[in-house]
């Protein structure tokens, strides 16, 4: 469910990918069961072609990680985490227009 550049995240890559990134990373807390996720992955995709290598996309399936939801108090989804610096630097519940994530994202560059 996510284009090539878009990583799957799991507890065992999450330190590497996320936590010690050098550039910011949008997470998207997702699952499969999900309506609303489904309709905001398509926006992630083009989000993710768009920055390319200034942003690193993720998503994290929470049935799969559920320590990663655990950890970082995902209590609806979709959510969406901005780190930059290993450190969550935004959030966004709930869908919204494509204008909303972008705006977020460039707060972080």
């Avoid at 469910?1 to 890559?13: D, E, R, S, Y």
């Avoid at 550039?23 to 992955?41: I, S």
């Avoid at 290598?53 to 979709?78: C, H, M, R, T, Y």
């Avoid at 450190?87 to 919204?96: D, E, L, T």
């Amino acid at each position: 469910m996510a284009a090539a550049n878009v990583l799957t995240l799991t507890t065992t890559n999450f330190k590497q990918e996320v936590l010690s990134s050098t550039v910011p990373v949008l997470v998207d807390f997702w699952a499969e069961w999900c309506g609303p996720c489904k309709m905001l992955a398509p926006t992630i995709d083009e989000l993710a072609t768009e920055y390319g290598e200034k942003v690193k996309f993720g998503k994290v399936n929470i049935d799969n990680d559920q320590d990663l939801a655990v950890q970082f108090n995902i209590g609806s989804i979709p959510t969406i985490l901005l780190f930059k610096g290993g450190q969550i630097a935004g959030q966004i519940v709930g869908m919204g227009p494509k204008k909303k994530f972008k705006d977020a994202i460039d707060k972080l560059l």
